[in-house]
């Protein structure tokens, strides 16, 4: 079997999806960006609000005094691919929030050797550079560029009085393109895994290129090779975000992402979706759309909800992905030729990446943290909204909010950072 033919083969078959409201190929769920949600009742609403994370980068400071804005954190998205060019990335004098961007495509060459082979293999010399300035994302569908929006946007107020911006807007996105096919997602774990404390190189100064200590995950997989290396990622201090899918569900059968929810090592995180019924509050619902997991099996459940519906993020209107999802108007940007630079969609691709910018702040505030203490504060610190929680190993859980709603605030301050 040829190595484009097995990679259509798997998307076929369901075992690897991307993640929103539109798939390449089941239903599970998609990305993105900025911080904007609006709600189903048509409000607007910013999941920085009901997360408090806004609350914490307005309030707070670190043990150096500086403004919590989740400096110091490089966060791995691995995904379809990336627009660096998108004024939600810009930095003064020309330069990208993007610090490097890479491609997995050359890894399906491994394809060809024969099925089941080393296409799931975890070499990482396969994985390339895209020359800078470059979008990988253009004939991929936006999504990676959408997710990545919603970690560390800049923080505008568009023409239309709309206001976006990532989570975690002082970050680093160091993005793997993998296409909408998945290729190489191996591959790209092995990658970080081998370069994760100096992703653009050794010559590179952490105040340009800081440490990866994330990796988003905004789809779907169950490969044995992945639990492996990202349980690696954790004992090295890096944890791994996965959106647990639009799947929906009653409790009765686990709709959870299996990558996600069966892999229990402390730093591997699963992020459910939450409607905040566009109120911006914590008086929200778990979104329908967002996979349970079964009630009688608390291996499946979710670790924690973020907000996952109608998100406002970064995507163009030449993305497959971005009219796809697409639930509202697209808005202009805030320069003269930022035409339809913002969309509105909804998934649990939006949540993953605000939990993902809610570890920058928190291993902003306290560097040598663990992974699992960095898991531990997110847990215990969540919001409990809602009923039907058991404790299970002595962390509140449930089966389609895990610990409740991410609250950034308190986690911040569980970790030591103080008020301004």
């Known amino acids: 079997m040829s190595a484009?033919?097995?990679?259509?083969?798997?998307?076929?078959a369901g075992s690897v999806w991307?993640?929103?409201?539109?798939?390449?190929?089941?239903?599970?769920?998609?990305?993105?960006?900025?911080?904007?949600?609006?709600?189903?009742?048509?409000?607007?609403?910013?999941?920085?609000?009901?997360?408090?994370?806004?609350?914490a980068t307005r309030t707070l400071v670190d043990r150096l005094?500086?403004?919590?804005?989740?400096?110091?954190?490089?966060?791995?998205?691995?995904?379809?691919?990336?627009?660096?060019?998108?004024?939600?990335?810009?930095?003064?004098?020309?330069?990208?929030?993007?610090?490097?961007?890479?491609?997995?495509?050359?890894?399906?060459?491994?394809?060809?050797?024969?099925?089941?082979?080393?296409?799931?293999?975890?070499d990482p010399s396969c994985v390339v550079d895209v020359p800078h300035g470059l979008t990988s994302d253009a004939g991929h569908g936006g999504h990676g560029t959408f997710v990545s929006g919603v970690a560390v946007g800049d923080h505008y107020t568009l023409p239309d009085g709309t206001k976006v911006g990532g989570t975690a807007p002082g970050a680093r996105v160091l993005v793997i393109s993998t296409t909408a096919a998945l290729v190489?997602?191996?591959?790209?774990?092995?990658?970080?895994?081998?370069?994760?404390?100096?992703?653009?190189?050794?010559g590179v100064p952490a105040s340009v290129c800081p440490p990866i200590r994330a990796v988003n995950c905004s789809w779907g997989d169950n490969t044995a090779v992945i639990f492996k290396l990202q349980d690696?990622?954790?004992?090295a201090g890096v944890l791994t975000v996965w959106a647990n899918g639009n799947g929906g569900g009653d409790g009765s059968t686990s709709k959870s992402n299996y990558e996600a929810t069966h892999d229990r090592t402390p730093g591997i995180i699963s992020v459910a979706g939450y409607d905040d019924r566009g109120t911006g509050t914590r008086r929200g619902v778990v979104a329908d759309t967002s996979s349970r997991g079964a009630k009688s099996d608390?291996?499946?459940?979710?670790?924690?909800?973020?907000?996952?519906?109608?998100?406002?993020s970064s995507c163009r209107t030449y993305n497959a992905i971005c009219p796809a999802i697409e639930t509202a108007t697209p808005r202009n940007g805030p320069g003269p030729t930022d035409i339809a630079t913002y969309f509105t969609g909804s998934g649990t691709s939006f949540a993953a990446p605000q939990v993902c910018a809610i570890v920058a702040l928190l291993f902003q505030v306290r560097p040598q943290a663990s992974a699992a203490a960095i898991e531990r504060t997110l847990l215990r610190t969540a919001f409990p909204f809602g009923r039907g929680y058991r404790v299970i190993h002595g962390v509140r859980a449930s089966f389609d909010k895990g610990a409740g709603l991410v609250d950034a605030y308190a986690a911040a301050r569980a970790l030591g950072a103080r008020g301004r």
């Not at 190489?184 to 050794?202: D, K, R, Y």
């Not at 690696?232 to 004992?235: E, H």
């Open 232 to 235: 690696r990622l954790a004992r």
């Open 4 to 12: 484009l033919r097995r990679v259509a083969a798997v998307v076929a």
């Open 184 to 202: 190489g997602i191996t591959n790209a774990f092995a990658w970080v895994l081998v370069h994760h404390l100096h992703p653009c190189g050794a």
């Open 298 to 312: 608390p291996t499946t459940w979710p670790d924690l909800v973020a907000p996952s519906v109608h998100i406002v």
């Open 18 to 55: 991307l993640a929103a409201g539109v798939t390449a190929a089941p239903q599970p769920h998609r990305p993105g960006a900025s911080s904007v949600a609006r709600s189903a009742s048509g409000a607007d609403s910013t999941g920085a609000d009901a997360t408090r994370a806004s609350l």
């Open 65 to 122: 005094g500086r403004p919590l804005d989740g400096r110091g954190t490089t966060i791995a998205v691995i995904d379809t691919g990336v627009d660096p060019t998108h004024p939600a990335f810009a930095l003064p004098g020309g330069e990208s929030k993007i610090v490097r961007v890479l491609s997995a495509l050359p890894c399906l060459r491994y394809g060809e050797e024969g099925p089941g082979t080393h296409e799931f293999s975890d």
